[in-house]
């Protein structure tokens, strides 16, 4: 009995045991899904103690409104009104309006005066308004990107920070939002 | 090369050993434990963030805290109804709860790095604006207006 030899054990059912594991961790956990975009929401005044602002230029003034049904419209300065804007659009007009650098006398001075006014009614869907607010971020991204490239000759993402903010500050982005409407109520 | 293949000839194939089957499975097993993320919060509400192509990932994930918004899940529906909600940590709440959750949130983050706190908004993709207006409206008196709208990447374009 003593000098029996001890029988191997088999290992075939290891794979299975491991396989329960697999699939436990698999239905247990999500893939991270951390991605998104940043927004820096604007001080809270209150109503009574709110300064008028100072009335800009029209011309500076890119100003989209999402309707209740999801509709864009865009005044791009002293341009009319274009009802019925597509999203996929939105990048290029904003970019024409930001890099107008007084070419145009009817959009922007230049990209420091310029500014971009976002205002959605109460009745747009969340999926409409993070499309916007990624088109018009696309555009501000892009103008960074090739300011880099001119200046540095390497993308906007190998800079360092403080070049980085040297760019955000030459190129401003100057994104509001107004107050929303409501168009059930009116 | 006759003489070798005669040798062959006639004798069974070896079994195919298993034996590092169950190593395979294992680091199978530790992929995912080191690429996926145990779920935390149980969440009480449907969302299904929109696709978007201007990408940032969240620059420091112990500084960030959830809000989530969008209809309940089934199994709330007949309690909560199916009109959108906001949920806070594990509990259906009002935009009005969200002043005392930023004061909890303060009081578990040190004051040096309290300008750095995010709020990551992961809202549905079909919920109307009026509801997230009145979020990031209490976000911006609380002053937590660091915000993060989740959404998955759009591919193509």
Redesign the interface.
Known sequence: MADKKIPEIN??S??D???L??VF??V?????????????????VDKSDEVEPKPKNKRNVLQIK?TASDQLIVESGQESAQINFEVLNLKAKAIEFLTNNDKTPALSEKMTKAVIVLQ????????M???V??EL??AY?TIWEQASRDKHGVAYDALTEEQQEEIRMAFPKVLSEAD?T?FDKK | MSKFKKGKKGKELPPISTASLPDIVFMLLCFFMVVTKMRDADIKVRTKVPQITEMRKIENKSLNSFVFIGPPSSQYQELMGTAPRVQLNDAFAKPADIMAFATQRRTEIPAAQHNQMTVSLKVDAEVKMGLVTEVKTELRKANMRRVFYMANRRSGS
């Open positions: 290992a075939g290891m794979a045991i491991a396989f594991l697999l961790f698999l247990t956990t999500t893939i991270q899904t951390d991605a998104g975009l940043y927004q820096m929401l604007p001080q809270w999402i959605n009614d109460n009745g747009t869907s969340y999926d308004y993070l499309r607010f990624n971020n696309a991204n929303a409501d």
